[in-house]
Antibody
Framework: QIQLVQSGPELKKPGESLKISCKAS????????MQWVKQAPGKGLQYMGW????????TYADDFKERFVFSLETSASTAYLQINNLKNEDTATYFC????????WGQGTLVTVSS | DIQMTQSPSVLSASVGDRVTLNCKAS??????LNWYQQKLGEAPKLLIY???NLQTGIPSRFSGSGSGTDYTLTISSLQPEDVATYFC????????FGAGTKLELK
């Protein structure tokens, strides 16, 4: 069955960087784009963008164009979200999602940014 | 970007009730509208895609309708396990989510 398994929670200080992984299984990784969604504590869902898993080309929402990087390790069926120069407002759960209609989601990775 | 407005923000209903959740787009989204259910502490789950297509494995008490700018998710007979927050999502142009409707038991 299709699964997306994300890396574990992160506790970081402002200014640091982190990289979240999302490992896909149960389907051909390059059949679907990988999408990323942010959910701040107690808030709704915010669409961050996607990465084309065939070409590696990322596309970012306006709010995520500066410090956020989507990347792939296709041989490992894994997508990554890197956040540079972390800020307090990056505290959130980050989800990867894939397949038509974003039918499959990772379990989420909680990122806490605090000094 | 297209703005998605969900109403109501909170809905209280009883087991067995027919429940209707609304989602209004700021412009025509050509039925490119999905509904997701998110239970506390879990990832969202796709219920309905492209307005009225039931995702595999989702109970038939869930249905979707709409066109143009106005869309609806209906639960024909509310069950206790349906307590969750429901988000609409348009993918006609740059994708955007609604703010969600929190569904509670009365």
């Amino acid at each position: 069955q299709i699964q997306l398994v994300q890396s574990g929670p992160e506790l970081k200080k402002p200014g640091e960087s982190l990289k979240i992984s999302c490992k896909a299984s149960g389907y051909t990784f390059t059949d679907y784009a990988m999408q990323w969604v942010k959910q701040a504590p107690g808030k709704g869902l915010q669409y961050m963008g996607w990465i084309n898993t065939q070409t590696g080309k990322p596309t970012y929402a306006d709010d995520f164009k500066e410090r956020f990087v989507f990347s792939l390790e296709t041989s490992a069926s894994t997508a990554y979200l890197q956040i540079n120069n972390l800020k307090n407002e990056d505290t959130a759960t980050y989800f990867c999602a894939s397949a038509r209609g974003m039918a499959y989601w990772g379990q989420g990775t909680l990122v806490t940014v605090s000094s | 970007d297209i703005q998605m407005t969900q109403s109501p923000s909170v809905l209280s209903a009883s087991v067995g009730d027919r429940v209707t959740l609304n989602c209004k787009a700021s412009q025509n989204i050509n039925k490119y509208l999905n509904w997701y259910q998110q239970k506390l502490g879990e990832a969202p789950k796709l219920l309905i895609y492209n307005t009225n297509n039931l995702q595999t494995g989702i109970p038939s008490r869930f249905s979707g309708s709409g066109s143009g700018t106005d869309y609806t998710l209906t639960i024909s007979s509310l069950q206790p396990e349906d307590v969750a927050t429901y988000f609409c999502f348009q993918h006609n142009s740059w994708p955007t989510f609604g703010a969600g409707t929190k569904l509670e038991l009365k």
